[in-house]
């Protein structure tokens, strides 16, 4: 069956950094894009990043273009989520997320806090 394990997060200051890790298993993983989403305390789940099967092309949204950046290694059927600049509003848990068949997987979810 499909697993997503997720590990990486964690307390960080702001301007910190973070790398999520997501290990990825039961499933083709090299034929699938992977994203990332987060959710806030007391809001919805918000699409963070996207990455091709391939890993050749990646989408962020907008609040974190440029500081985040999404990769995969698709040998260790792996997906990360490198976070610079961090900001207090980047606060959440973040999950990572296969569609697959028109069906949703989740990870367990890894909590990022970045506290003043």
């Known amino acids: 069956q499909v697993q997503l394990v997720e590990s990486g997060g964690g307390l960080v200051q702001p301007g910190g950094s973070l790398r999520l890790s997501c290990a990825a298993s039961g499933f083709s993983f090299s034929n699938y894009p992977m994203q990332w989403y987060r959710q806030a305390s007391g809001k919805g789940r918000e699409l963070v990043a996207t990455?091709?099967?391939?890993?050749?092309?990646?989408e962020y949204a907008e609040s974190v273009q440029g500081r985040f950046r999404i990769s995969r290694d698709n040998a260790e059927n792996t997906v990360y989520l490198q976070m610079n600049s961090l900001k207090v509003e980047d606060t959440g848990v973040y999950y990572c997320n296969l569609n697959r068949f028109r069906r949703d997987y989740w990870g367990q979810g890894n909590q990022v806090t970045v506290f003043t």
């Open positions: 990455i091709s099967s391939d890993g050749s092309s990646a």
